[in-house]
């Protein structure tokens, strides 16, 4: 049966060619961008000036300024160490929500039909503008609205516009080309009325179309921006004007609230909710607030890696991190925050999914990578972990989980630091490195009789030789200590110690074919693994695969059980869905409510039972 018509874009049901044309389209709208950008070149060579009465160039500023606009407004929304008490809805938004909104054609709507430019300002023009808005746009929209909530207008048209609770910028543009076409003729009547009686503007342009993506993308910002203090000084305003808390509950219930701007025409309709206002009370006060489960400290890796967070673009956050072009212009902008944060930030929350109905957040350091290899910023790394685990203390938090270098031997042996520190500590320390050590044994082939170790005395290293050895694997571990060696080996039983050697170059793992990775290797030491290696990996960074005869791993990780809720963000380099495993064992220790911090050396009789307790639990290896 065919599509009622305007119920969805051409390329929506090319099933297989969807990705081609979609990407065609996006190829001609750049093309488009590009003809404009020629033009207004153009005219500048001929007028050997900016040709300020050009429609060409006004277009191309309109552009520029309605994306920004929504960009503020989405990075606004989405800076959690801001907003979280003021958000509406606290949950937060998943990977379907952002495929659903991916690049929605209806957000760069632009006006098209553009009269001739006699003036920049005509105050007669904003009134007739404003006029226009009040008695045709707002009950236009309204009454449009309202029909689109009846059957069968809903399911054909609407639906797809209310497909999630929680409100985006986006999802304001996000709809059929019934409803981009409705708004786009409700934004264009005031302005065409102005201009048919000779009183239109550039200012007016600017002004109304400025302000009109303004309000609408602030509505469905989810973050409560107006204080009800002001409602209270004046009680008329809020029939004069929505708030993003109004228009979330139109978003869940669906048979209230339906004006644009303007609440007074739900009022003389009969469809005003009445609790808006003390709901938006509530919200604004911070009621909604809950605190976390489970907390996950993450820190900066690099300068490119802190753009890779939801509030700065949802299309790089919401997969694996690469270096992507369109970041690059932003880096001396990242470069600035990065000074800032060293000199006068403390760690932030950064995301949150829910798990079974617990909250769980991720915090983050403002510490960059290159950081914690400075020894004068050791002291201060360390006050900041200590002060995000007592205050996870203080808010009830259960576990918290250490990331990276954030328990770093060197730096606070693995989090013994702020255990032996703080005896009285409620919440649970965990350094997640037991299930990490798991996902890296259990990658190895059951029928491996040896094994290349680098980083071999490290608190991973010495977990994973002890666990091999006991297996029977020799393993071949690169160290030049053999004091460091020797301490590891003693802690084997006596029968599985002659499966523990000592190496000190790369040429005794020429015929071994199962090297694991616990310290960078350059191109010349990977020259010495035979053909066929495959390079298991638990170095940070992980090294970088010359070899095109080898195999090599990716980074510890677990993918995050089926059930997880608001999950929209790629945690760094990992696929979605997927956790480092440092993450995934804090997870595990909350799922099993062990009463124990994780911290300091490994426990390899632990390995099995947290790796065990893993899959249980829905966690599976990626």
Known sequence: MAAPPL??????????????????????????????????????RQQGAAPVGSWWLHLLLLFAARGFTYQFWFSYGNMLFFTRRRRVVPDSVDFRQVDAEWDCPAVARQQLLLPSLKQAWDPRGWAIALLLHVLVAEPLFYWAHRALHRAPLFSRYHAAH??????????????????????????????AGAFLMGVGSVGLVYGHVLLFDFLRSMGYSNVEVISPRVFQAVPLLRYLI?????????????DSNFCLFMPVFDLLGGTLNHM?????????????????????LAHVVDIMASMHVPFVLRSCSSTPFANHFVLLPFWPVAFGFM????????????????????????????????QYFIPAAKKGINEQIELAILRADRMGVKVLSLAALNKNEALNGGGTLFVNKHPELRVRVVHGNTLTAAVILNEIPSNVKDVFLTGATSKLGRAIALYLCRKKIRVLMLTLSSERFLKIQREAPAEFQQYLVQVTKYQPAQNCKTWLVGKWLSPREQRWAPAGTHFHQFVVPPIIGFRRDCTYGKLAAMRLPKDVQGLGY???TMER?????????GVVHFLEGWEHHEVGAIDVDRIDVVWKAALKHGLTPA
């Open 242 to 254: 929505y708030t993003p808390t109004y228009l979330s509950l139109h978003h869940r219930e669906k």
């Open 162 to 191: 209310h497909h999630a609770s929680v409100t985006t910028p986006l999802t304001a543009g996000f709809g059929t080309p019934l409803e981009s076409l409705l708004l786009t003729v409700v934004m264009g009547v005031p302005l």
């Open 577 to 585: 869905g997927v956790v480092h495993a440092c993450h995934a064992g």
């Open 339 to 370: 000074l800032l944060m060293w000199c006068c930030s403390k760690t932030f929350l950064v995301s949150s999914y829910r798990l079974r109905g617990n909250l769980h957040q991720m915090w983050t350091v403002p510490r960059y990578g290159f």
């Open 570 to 572: 790629c945690e760094y």
């Open 7 to 44: 119920s969805s874009w051409p390329w929506a049901s090319l099933g297989s060619f969807f990705f081609f044309f979609f990407y065609l389209i996006k190829l001609i709208n750049y093309v488009l961008y590009g003809a404009v950008v020629w033009k207004v070149a153009e005219e500048w």
């Open 276 to 296: 808006s206002w003390e709901l938006q009370k509530e919200v604004y006060l911070g009621k909604n607030d809950q605190a976390p489960d489970f907390v996950f």
